[in-house]
């Protein structure tokens, strides 16, 4: 659900920042790197992460210890439908992204000076066309993706969602639910850095090769019965168990969950009981046990009509969504903590503040 309606790391956004002044230059300023003299805050910076599922983008500006989103924009586009049984990436789903992509080479034009960071993830890494599909993607757009590394996505995800661990707790198991594989990192205690927002100690991290649509396409997603269910919880199970056995985790009496995908996302809202989706109440919310023991229950009992029907699900998430459950029951099987906060942030705001970070965004304002 937040995949399609999240608007960024600060609480409620403003509308998306536009101009009517015509520019003279031909094309966006799109930069990975800041020249030497363009001070910080004269340039927009934009992340734009495309995933198996979902194509977003979010545009900022630095403040005087975090950011403010000016813009944003997010679409489910299935790129890896079918990738789990062909290897390739299918036409229609190319087209599908490379649809949202024009739309966010069209918001970055808007914008003047942007910093940018543009990924590509899960799908891109392991479709065999992948490489074909970015140069399409360039000559339809302009724009130019990076397919990153699974340690880099961790990575970033912590960095997006450091602000939001639980200082009084020891640390927390990070997780990000994604369409075709999952991230999964041990955090330690978040550290203060020049002003800007907290940095996460990542102690341990694994990528598991199993999302909500690879998992959905093998099991089932429409029909879900507690069979399936329950099939689907066991084959995730071994993964994180392996990675707790590896990261060293002992005991989780002092840690806490910290989800940040769709799945949990969906689950913060449909235990809120809301007719529409508000990410102010959304992100930061803490979830016990049985609260996600109930919403599971609940999803359990709805049939695909029901899930489509849902205002909180709709139809773009009512295939995936039991199977997003599946694999948060398989974390909470094998690291039992006591509470679950939800993040409605991840990889895009981890991407600017690694952006601002590294041209000194918060450094000044750090040393007065």
């Not at 707790?169 to 075709?180: R, T």
Request: net charge positive; aromatic share 4%.
């Amino acid at each position: 659900m937040a995949d399609e309606r999240a608007e960024g790391a600060s609480g409620p956004q403003p509308p998306p920042v536009r101009s009517n002044r015509r520019r003279r230059h031909r094309g966006p300023w799109h930069r990975s790197r800041n020249p030497a003299g363009v001070p910080t805050d004269r340039i927009h910076y934009a992340a734009l992460d495309l995933g198996t599922n979902n194509c977003r983008l979010l545009v900022a500006r630095p403040t005087a210890d975090a950011f403010r989103v000016v813009d944003s924009f997010s679409r489910i586009v299935r790129l890896g439908e079918g990738l789990s049984q062909s290897g390739r990436l299918s036409d229609v789903a190319m087209s599908r992204a490379i649809g949202a992509l024009r739309i966010c080479a069209a918001k970055l034009g808007h914008h003047g000076r942007v910093r940018t960071r543009l990924i590509a993830t899960e799908a891109c890494r392991a479709a065999g066309n992948g490489q074909e599909f970015l140069a399409r993607v360039r000559t339809a757009t302009g724009l130019n993706l990076e397919v990153i590394d699974r340690e880099t996505e961790a990575r970033l995800a912590a960095y997006g969602c450091a602000s939001l661990l639980d200082p009084e707790a020891s640390g927390a198991i990070l997780f990000d639910i994604g369409g075709g594989s999952s991230e999964l990192a041990f955090l330690g205690r978040c550290t203060a850095v020049d002003g800007g927002p907290p940095q996460a100690s990542i102690r341990a991290w694994v990528s598991l090769p199993m999302g909500v649509v690879t998992l959905a396409e093998r099991h089932g997603g429409k029909s879900v019965t507690r069979e399936s269910f329950a099939e689907m919880t066991e084959a995730v199970i071994p993964l994180v168990a392996d990675f707790a056995t590896r990261a060293g985790v002992d005991g989780t009496e002092n840690l806490h969950l910290l989800g940040t995908s769709g799945t949990v996302t969906t689950m913060a809202g449909l235990h809120l009981e809301l007719p529409f989706y508000e990410r102010r109440r959304v992100d930061g919310l803490w979830l016990d046990a049985a609260a996600l023991d109930a919403v599971t229950e609940r999803l359990l009992k709805t049939t695909y009509e029901e899930r489509v029907a849902h205002a909180c699900i709709g139809a773009e998430r009512a295939d995936l969504v039991l199977a997003g459950c599946a694999i948060l029951e398989a974390i909470r099987r094998v690291f039992p903590c006591k509470r679950l906060r939800v993040a409605d942030r991840g990889l895009r705001e981890g991407m600017l503040v690694e952006m601002m970070r590294a041209d000194g965004a918060w450094s000044r304002s750090a040393s007065t």
